[in-house]
Nanobody, 123 residues
């Protein structure tokens, strides 16, 4: 069994920065990448970005490039999502996911998911 646990969410003001993290535990598996998704009330879960586990190469949805940064610490089995200049529209539950596949933009690619951490940005 593989577990992903997010942490670091909270209530912040517009313009603030926040970093959320996701730690993997349990059965070892050969992941190709870790992804971050977010879901706001009434909206579908959307891709935020992903990081290739071995190389550290990152990929982002176009609208978030430059504001959000993904990194990972392989020794800690943890991936991070740093969010800068937060806006009220960034309010969502942020979930991490792990995949052994290659199409990192698609939700269906991911094998394991965390429960998510709530990020609320007040105006």
């Amino acid at each position: 069994q593989v577990q992903l646990v997010e942490s670091g969410g909270g209530l912040v003001q517009a313009g603030d920065s926040l970093t959320v993290s996701c730690t993997t535990s349990g059965r070892a598996f050969s992941r190709s990448a870790m992804g971050w998704f977010r879901q706001s009330p009434g909206k579908e879960r959307e891709f935020v970005g992903a990081i290739r586990w071995i190389t550290g190469s990152t990929y982002y949805t176009d609208s978030l490039k430059g504001r959000f940064t993904i990194s990972r610490d392989r020794a800690k089995d943890t991936v991070y999502l740093q969010m800068n200049t937060l806006k009220p529209e960034d309010t969502a539950i942020y979930c991490c996911a792990a995949t052994t596949g290659t199409n990192w933009y698609r939700r269906e690619t991911y094998n394991y998911w965390g429960q998510g951490t709530q990020v609320t940005v007040s105006s």
